[in-house]
């Protein structure tokens, strides 16, 4: 069976692994470095050698790498032109390389250098010869800190040989000094030639250039240097017409001034100083002296008198005398650091009654002049917040911010002078609180419709509760009564003054039979209502039958105050064979009783118009003007009593009258019994009435009324006997005509 290591020997093993890399990883580096130094030993060999043999052929004896691979002396690692130092990966390109022929030898050295030089400077730097600047006695001037200008009116230039190169002195054959005049000596006279002098009255720029020659073992070097010679006596000064100061603005801070300064070509300026005393050389301008260059400065000032004092960057500077010219001098006013005063200020609602939103602010605010050029800026939420400045008033209009919510509004305000300076205060009220005061309003005129139209509904009436100051609608409502609280039973709940309560009851035979038979006093007070009375006629298809069969109905008709007896008699009208309704039941039971000829009839004009209940007619003619006898009638059939059928001569007693209406539709009225009465006699309509069923009941609902009477010329009847009646009496009858008006 195979095993794994155990942790121990895993921890063995790693640490024999890294005691051999802790071995090997130095001796590895070691011999890498050493590898590396091999290989720049050799580089820098090549690079010396070539250098000598280049100073030898160029008399050039100070150059970089650079040099030698643009000659082709040497070649670079790539493309680049860069020469790699391979201990470090540094381009050695621009290291610079000295040569000096010493003990009949040439030696050269390398010296690193990051930065690459022009020929020029690397002469200045590294040649044979440098240049010092001398004062008369020989002493060196020492450089001013930050510049290369000198505050001198004369300087020399001078020459000397440098340390490694001190070997040379006696190797030199001639001098020539170039600069504003140039010098020259020999061999014979190169002491005339140690010092080359420059002076100046204000400003000198000027490049002094030595051409030093040696000869060196027979060869002609040639070694030139440069100085730059800088002299300044030039003060420095303000630019005539550069001071800007805006005295016609007033302002709360100091003033800003701007001016121009300037050391023309000179070194520079360094300093300036405002100073209130008329002179630069006292302890207010070292106090006050700014660092500063040429050009365009600002300062911030108080109101008063100002002089401007300048120094350059050789200590040249502004004499007192300078002061005097306007272009030194400053003048500051409008400087106003006053604050203005806010005497009072307070709200007021615009609104009489209550605290509104709408309000005027009343507000007295000053300055040292007075009220002129005040500004205002008011707000509801802060200081400044979200306002905008505008010409001071005593009074504005002013709208708060939120709701009439009974809480504490702050206004704040903020006056500013002509210079800016700022004054806050504010002023709080408090607004009324809406909907603390209601009264009830509504909004419609009277209660809506009922809910039901029976059992018991509700009205509504809808209103506002408005606050009495604001008019605000704070809520809203709705008064309820109770209303048609009569049964929804349609007899029970009939309105006689609603037409269309009275025609569901009228148009229906139930109902309208309930209503006459078991509600005879409610129909009694209903025919006091037009309403009612009219759904009686409209609804006479139901109404008239039961009405005619009703005992208690027709009696109260016949008593209501709107029924009345009508008469009038008819005019003769010859029409064809006029069967009354019972006609054919005549001719079965009166055995061929028939009309065989034309008769006549008597139909009056209208008697009466308007819409009216028919309920009973008659006539005035005598009994025995009515018919003839007859051994027999048989059933009654409308044509006669039939009371005595056991009798053999009955009185046939035709009683047929006329009603028509007033579009001339004419119907027969029979069936009232023996009730005639002499012409203009008093009838008692109840006592008329062949037959318990009829009382004399016709019941039609019409448009108006016309009456008459029937006569015949021939009358057949039982075996064959006939009579004819006195036509006369039928044509002079008067007919009385019961009406109830609708």
């Known amino acids: 069976m195979k095993r794994g290591f155990t942790l121990v020997e895993l921890l063995a093993i790693t640490v024999i692994i890294t005691i051999l890399l802790l071995i090997a990883v130095p001796i590895y580096n070691g011999i890498s470095n050493s590898i590396k130094e091999s290989i720049y030993e050799s580089k820098i060999k090549e690079v010396l050698a070539k250098s000598i043999s280049y100073a030898s052929e160029q008399n050039k004896f100070v150059f970089d790498i650079k040099t030698l691979i643009q000659n082709g002396s040497i070649t670079a690692d790539n493309e680049l032109g860069e020469f790699i130092d391979p201990r470090s990966n540094r381009d050695m390109q621009c290291d610079i390389i000295n040569v000096v022929y010493k003990d009949n030898q040439y030696n050269a050295s390398i010296t690193e250098s990051s930065e690459c030089f022009e020929e020029e400077e690397l002469e200045k730097l590294y040649g044979i010869v440098e240049l010092t600047i001398e004062d008369e006695n020989k002493n060196e001037i020492p450089k001013i800190e930050g510049t290369e200008w000198l505050n001198k009116s004369e300087v020399y230039v001078s ?8 070997e040379y002195q006696d190797s030199i054959t001639s001098i020539t000094w170039l600069g504003e005049a140039e010098k020259s000596c020999n061999k014979d006279n190169l002491e005339e030639c140690e010092r080359y002098l420059v002076t100046s009255e204000e400003i000198k720029n000027v490049v002094v250039s030595l051409q030093i020659k040696f000869n060196i073992n027979n060869a002609e070097i040639i070694n030139t240097v440069n100085k730059t010679i800088l002299l300044d006596l030039q003060k420095p000064t303000v630019v005539d017409g550069s001071i800007v100061v805006n005295n016609d603005i007033n302002t709360n801070n100091a003033r800003k001034v701007d001016f121009e300064i300037t050391d023309q070509s000179g070194s520079g300026v360094k300093y300036y100083s405002i100073v209130k005393e008329k002179t630069c050389n006292g302890t207010e301008f070292e106090s006050n002296k700014q660092l500063a260059e040429n050009g365009i400065q600002s300062v911030y000032l108080e109101n008063g008198s100002y002089y401007i004092c300048v120094e350059d960057k050789v200590g040249n500077k502004t004499s007192d005398s300078d002061l005097d010219n306007s272009k030194n001098q400053i003048t500051v006013s409008g400087v106003d650091k006053s604050i203005p005063v806010i005497n009072s200020f307070s709200v007021k609602s615009r609104v009489n009654g209550y605290n509104s939103l ?29 306002c905008s400045w505008e010409n001071y008033s005593s009074t504005k209009n002013w709208r708060l911010s939120g709701t009439l919510d009974g809480g504490t509004r702050t206004v704040y305000l903020s006056i500013q002078d002509g210079a800016g300076n700022i004054v806050n205060r504010e002023a709080k009220y ?15 005129s ?16 809808a209103y506002q509760m408005k606050d009495t100051k604001t008019n605000t609608i704070c809520s809203t409502g709705k008064d309820s009564k109770t209303c048609n609280t009569q049964s929804c039973d349609l007899v029970e709940s009939m309105n006689p003054n609603d037409y269309e309560s009275s025609k569901k009851v009228a148009c229906d035979k139930t109902y309208f039979k309930r209503l006459v038979d078991e ?17 009686l006629y409209d609804c006479a298809s139901v109404t008239s039958s039961i009405l005619r069969n009703s005992d208690a109905a027709y009696n109260i008709l016949r008593a209501h105050f709107r029924t009345t007896i009508v008469s009038g008699k008819g005019k003769s009208e010859t029409c064809t064979c006029y069967y009354n309704k019972d006609s054919k039941s005549a001719e079965k039971t009166c055995n061929k009783a028939a009309c065989s000829q034309e008769h006549e009839r008597f139909v009056s004009g209208n008697i009466y118009n308007g819409k009216i209940l028919v309920l009973s007619a008659t006539t005035s003619l005598k009994w025995p003007d009515w018919g003839t006898s007859s051994s027999k009638c048989g059933e009654d059939n409308g044509f006669g009593d039939c009371e005595n059928e056991t009798s053999s001569v009955e009185k046939w007693g035709y009683r047929s009258i ?7 539709d004419v119907s027969e009225a029979t069936g009232w019994g023996a009730c005639t009465k002499e012409t203009n006699a008093i009838i008692n309509w109840n006592e008329c ?34 009579s004819s009646r006195d036509k006369n009496s039928y044509k002079n009858g008067q007919v009385y005509v019961q009406i109830f008006r609708i």
């Open 519 to 535: 509600n005879s006093n409610k129909f009694r007070i209903a025919l006091d209502s037009q309403s009612f009375r009219n759904a």
């Open 358 to 386: 709408d309000t005027t602010l009343t507000i007295s605010a000053s300055d040292d002049n007075g009220t002129s050029g005040l500004k205002m800026c008011i707000s509801n939420t802060g200081y400044l917040s979200g």
């Open 446 to 461: 009277t209660y809506g419709a009922c809910s039901k139209t029976c059992g018991g509904g509700v009205q509504y009436r």
């Open 430 to 444: 408090m607004v009324y609180k809406d909907c603390s005061n209601q009264s009830k309003v509504y909004i419609e």
């Open 159 to 166: 020459y000397k040989i440098k340390e490694n190169y001190q």
């Open 689 to 722: 009435g062949s037959k318990e069923e009829r009382k004399n009941r016709i019941a039609y609902f019409q448009n108006g009324l016309t009456v008459g009477l029937y006569t015949y010329q021939d009358w057949y009847y039982w075996k064959n006997e006939r």
């Open 658 to 664: 006329l009603i028509g209406d007033s579009s001339g």
